[in-house]
């Protein structure tokens, strides 16, 4: 399955479109008060790595109470990641569609995961929060990435 996605030229232009996908897509979360809620409730200590653009983003609940999210995307987080995952940009965009599952991705050998087994499973399906928005925007205005 993920080959026949692969295939499919969804790829990011550079590492700055994937940079101000997330961003877009964290703030759009962080704004909403149901999924942003239920993601700080969980105590998020993520960071997501793809090498392959050199970029990394570290997604933490925030302690403001005015948000639910923090991320960076720049230096160290004020936390320690309780989760890493590592994957190439392409399977980072299907996994944030919901067309990758990340324990058959790990099993395949594209994903690295690093970290607490208890956080994985609380965070790993929590993350689906993100997906609605990912999908929405990416549908909107960067077509080429839609799966």
Known sequence: MATATRNSG???RSAAEMRELLDRVLAE????????SLLRS???HLRLRCPDLELEVN??????????????FDGTP???????????????????QGKTSIPVAIAR?????AGDAR??????PATKLITDSYRAIVAAEY?????
């Open 143 to 147: 077509s080429h990435l839609a799966i």
């Open 109 to 113: 050998g594209q994903v690295q995961c």
């Open 119 to 124: 956080s994985a499973l609380l965070y790993l």
């Open 10 to 12: 969804a790829r990011f």
């Open 78 to 96: 004020p936390w320690k990641p309780k989760l890493e995952l590592t994957m190439d940009s392409v399977t980072a965009n299907e996994f944030l």
């Open 59 to 72: 997604i933490g609940a925030s302690e403001d109470p005015d948000h639910y999210l923090e991320w960076s």
């Open 42 to 44: 969980t105590g998020m």
């Open 29 to 36: 979360v962080d704004g909403d008060e149901n999924a942003g």
